[in-house]
């Protein structure tokens, strides 16, 4: 079943300005991950947030964990157009073993406007 | 640079014939996974493996089997196309290490479309 859901489902910027999406799931986690993905590729890994972390960077990714209210941020900072992908969290849920697959959401389509 | 490659970018198969989507992956790792993708639906897991020989289902296993006689390959086999089979199909692999799942590495996927 769908856990993490992304919202908005579309986002459009001007490029150099800073986009931010967020994720909200329902049980309980090991980590939470980001993946992007082009038009007609497959998924990147971007970044992994373990349940006992609040905040990790990479780069101009910024990602924030709120394990309270299930719920964590992507904030991209100053974006380029090479920046336009969809955005998708994806859960490990705490009751799995380690092979029981991540539960994806249904994404943010990020449009960066030149 | 792990690599994940799936056999065909592009598939075009009719209604009732059995389809092999293959998938291979160049970097030892032990859990392999498949999923489709569908506007509004987001991914969907539908078999994975941790081992050679092993295979659990995912959320939608129906009218879908797989294989994983090698530990770099992971074929998707179905049964007999339906047109509700009309998808991107996306296999992905990690490393199993301890508790929680590692990141996965996807191929660039296979737009299947059952006639």
């Known amino acids: 079943s769908q856990q993490g859901e992304e919202d908005p489902q579309a986002l459009s910027i001007q490029e150099g300005e800073n986009a931010t999406m967020n994720c909200s799931y329902k049980t309980s986690i090991n980590n939470l991950q980001w993946y992007r993905q082009n038009s007609g590729r497959g998924l990147v890994h971007l970044i992994l947030i373990r349940s006992n972390e609040r905040e990790k960077h990479s780069g101009r990714l910024r990602v924030t964990l709120d394990t309270s209210k299930k719920s964590s941020s992507l904030l991209i900072t100053a974006s380029r157009a090479a920046d336009t992908a969809s955005y998708f969290c994806?859960?490990?849920?705490?009751?799995?073993?380690?092979?029981?697959?991540?539960?994806f959401g249904k994404g943010t389509h990020l449009i960066i406007q030149p | 640079d792990v690599k994940v490659t799936q056999s065909s970018r592009y598939l075009v198969k009719r209604t009732g014939e059995k389809v092999f989507l293959e998938c291979v992956q160049d970097m030892d790792h032990e859990n392999m996974f498949w999923y489709r993708q569908d506007p509004g639906l987001g991914l969907r897991l539908i078999y994975f493996?941790?081992?050679?020989?092993?295979?659990e289902k995912g959320d939608i296993p129906e009218g879908y089997s797989v294989s994983r006689e090698k530990k770099e390959r992971f074929s998707l086999i179905l049964e007999s196309a339906s047109t509700n089979q009309t998808s991107m199909y996306l296999c992905?692999?990690?490393?199993?290490?301890?508790?929680?799942?590692?990141?996965?590495?996807f191929g660039d996927g296979t737009r299947l479309s059952i006639l």
């Open positions: 992905a692999s990690s490393f199993r290490l301890g508790v929680g799942n590692q990141p996965q590495h």
């Open positions: 493996s941790y081992d050679v020989k092993m295979k």
């Open positions: 994806a859960t490990d849920p705490l009751s799995g073993g380690g092979a029981d697959g991540l539960t």
